[in-house]
């Protein structure tokens, strides 16, 4: 029964279906996995498990906790790479109605680990199993929205994955709400809301397994003509996921991925420290977690801006603007903090995180444009491992920076002064990268007798 | 290559309306109550 609900054949819209409810389905996933960001407000209430107010000495540590999201970032790009052919020869339903068993499982498996006190079932359970529910939830609806949207990739796939950056705006109140729920003198109430999110989490995921639709072979949108002659790098042609690594554009949109988020992630990690550090007596503590706020908002707003910008003014141009733009914000901010204006600060860093956002949204369109439509999630899932380095490089590169100014003397305001000048080297670098971005030589195109091997070895279903 | 256009269902408003509800609210919320905190903060 739950085998044919999740067949491909299954998945198929049926005539008079609206493109426009793919959003949502791909947004009911990526707002849930989203909530991976907001993990943090669960590492002080986890700390207090056994003590209450205050941490006892069997309690778990902050720095044992840390490794929970490192985890699961990890699995997400390990599970987006192994399982991309997996979840592109699938079909959406199938990988949406998994993602949301592992990601929803991740958290009942977390709160047996809490309710035990074990930490390593926490890993196992939100790191591993969570992780792995992350990864393929948020490669799952990418092949699907490009295929419903084939004048508008950018925008589409904006789209959901401005879902994965503002599942943190409603994780976060609802956790904290949550945890007050359960909370008493003698309990903190982490379990319960584990299972709660969890099972909140499943029901929402599953609502997007069953609305989300692929199109019929042949299908078009209404007063759509496919272009007669092909735009300057957007090949018409499809390259197989494992020969897609074989060319240099994939490493090339590699680095870039990995560039423009590792500038971002080192500084999203300490937008908070930093803020407080650069504006001493004007930034309080309680200000910088409000700043810290809006930059994530600019993060979400960033995402669809610049993905559906991308639609107008091509990819490659898209990531010229955040590699330029971005060298010269980078840069001034030192200057905002010489001259103290918090505004200045301000508007650098919301257009630095807009672009950090940015980066990911219009990436599945630049692979789209490079390798075609048939195996771009999977290839996407590839290219996701470029988002676990840059988690590990990012946070390291800005830390050790900071901390190498600081044990020589450096005064703590002007400590981040050369991290700035090193985020905006290595924009320098991808800005570089990106002006290599050529078509994929046509050797690396699937031929037509391979293709329908392929779709008779395991079909893809609305492929142009 | 063939077109299977079609036109939109009847019905197709009101699924539309349910389903951009179902994301759009939560995350509405989300965004308000983020913004109320990053204007306390700032008071």
Known sequence: ????????????????????????????????????????????????????????????????????????????????????????????????FTAALCFAGGFFVSALGVYLHQLWIIYLGYGVIGGTGLGIGYISPVSTLIRWFPDRPGM????????????????????????????????????????????????????????????PPGWAPANYTAPAQPKPLVTTQNVFVYDALKTPQFWLIWWILCLNVTAGIGVLGQASAMSQEMFRGQITAVAASGLVGLFSLFNMIGRFFWSSTSDYIGRKNTYFVFFALGTALYALVPYAGAIRSVALFVLCYALIFSMYGGGFATVP???????????VGAIHGLLLTAWSMAGIFGPVLVNYIREYNVTHGVAPAQAYNVTMYVMAGLLVIGFVCNVFVKSVHERFHMRAAEAEAEVEAAPVFGSE | MKSTRQPPGSNNAVKLALAWGFVGIPLVWGIVQTLVNAITAFR
């Not at chain 1, 491909?8 to 009911?28: D, H, K, N, Q, V």
């Not at chain 1, 369109?365 to 195996?375: I, Q």
């Open chain 1, 156 to 215: 589409a796939t904006g789209m959901a994955i401005m879902g994965f950056g503002g599942g943190a705006f409603i994780a976060a109140p609802l956790s904290v709400w949550l945890m007050s729920r359960f909370s008493s003198s003698t309990h903190v109430g982490v379990a319960e809301t584990f299972i709660v999110m969890g099972l909140i989490y499943l029901c929402f995921m599953m609502v997007g397994a069953a609305i989300v639709r692929v199109p």
């Open chain 1, 1 to 96: 029964m739950a085998g044919s609900f999740l067949h491909r054949e299954r998945t198929i819209a049926p005539a008079g279906y609206s493109r426009w409810l793919i959003p949502p389905a791909a947004l009911c996933v990526h707002l849930c996995i989203g909530q991976v960001y907001a993990f943090s407000v669960f590492n002080l209430p986890m700390t207090k498990l056994i003590g209450i107010t205050q941490s006892a000495p069997d309690d778990w540590k902050l720095t044992e906790l840390g490794w929970i999201f490192s985890l699961a970032i990890l699995f997400l790009g390990g599970s987006a790479a192994v399982l991309g052919r997996w979840v592109e020869e699938g079909g959406p339903r199938r990988a949406m």
């Open chain 1, 365 to 375: 369109a630049y692979l789209r444009d490079m390798f075609g439509t048939r195996y």
